[in-house]
């Protein structure tokens, strides 16, 4: 089966850093995305993780280890606008399909709000 | 516009009737899928298609839900017999299917079954 378990919320202060991290169980892992979702708005998407280490994407970066099955998502000079759910999905391929098929397993989302 | 739109934004039908959605994809992208999320929950994958073929389905797509998309381009998610259970935000999401295949999602359809 697939599992993926992020925190419920987090809160932060305007100006600070926040790690939301996420870890993964699941078959045929091809990778590993992290969604914005605006209430009642449709998700965007914020990064991307196949390799082990680290991307980064001005104030947002992601992490990837795959041996341990774990993410996180690193936002840094946090403003108002960045009050939102992030969603953390794995890539799950079909053992008969070819490594960019597949579908994503989303966590529960993470409801992050950012205090002035 | 050029991003993923959905038809209709809002749907509210009684129970033990029939909807059906409507989604347009980003023109050059071949890959399709169709999400449920439900309140607080991330989006439940449903089913997607490469071009007009539907490669996969998830078991929570019951016999009452059909998907198509005939030609390629849009599709749409027919629900028959709705339930109360089915009361979510339908949503559909694009992909380019080759390197990164991020997914690009729609606004989505908001379904509340009285």
């Known amino acids: 089966g697939q599992n993926i378990d992020q925190p419920t919320e987090m809160t932060a202060t305007e100006g600070a850093i926040v790690q939301i991290n996420c870890t993964y169980q699941?078959?045929?892992?091809?990778?590993l995305f992290w969604y914005q979702q605006h209430a009642g708005e449709a998700p965007t998407f914020l990064s991307y993780?196949?390799?082990?280490g680290l991307e980064e994407k001005g104030r947002f970066s992601s992490f990837l280890s795959r041996s341990k099955g774990y993410s996180y998502l690193l936002l840094k000079e946090l403003q108002m606008k960045d009050s939102a759910s992030y969603l953390c999905?794995?890539?799950?391929?079909?053992?008969?399909?070819?490594?960019?098929?597949?579908?994503?397993?989303f966590g529960r989302g993470t409801q992050l709000t950012v205090w002035p | 516009d050029t991003g993923v739109s959905q038809n209709p934004r809002h749907k509210i039908t009684k129970r033990g009737q029939n909807v059906t959605f409507r989604c347009d994809p980003i023109?050059?992208?071949?890959?399709l899928y169709w999400y449920r999320q439900t309140l607080g929950q991330g989006p439940e994958f449903l089913t997607y298609?490469?071009?007009?073929?539907?490669?996969?389905k998830s078991r929570l797509l019951s016999d009452r839900f059909s998907a198509e998309r005939p030609k390629g381009s849009f599709s749409t998610l027919e629900i028959q017999r709705t339930e109360q259970g089915d009361s979510a935000m339908y949503l559909c999401?694009?992909?380019f299917g080759l390197g990164l295949n991020e997914q690009f999602f729609g606004p989505g359809t908001r379904l509340t079954v009285l």
């Open positions: 999401a694009s992909s």
């Open positions: 699941t078959s045929g892992f091809n990778g």
């Open positions: 993780n196949v390799l082990d």
């Open positions: 999905a794995a890539l799950e391929v079909p053992s008969w399909g070819g490594s960019t098929l597949g579908r994503l397993y």
């Open positions: 023109s050059e992208h071949n890959r």
């Open positions: 298609f490469q071009n007009e073929a539907q490669l996969e």
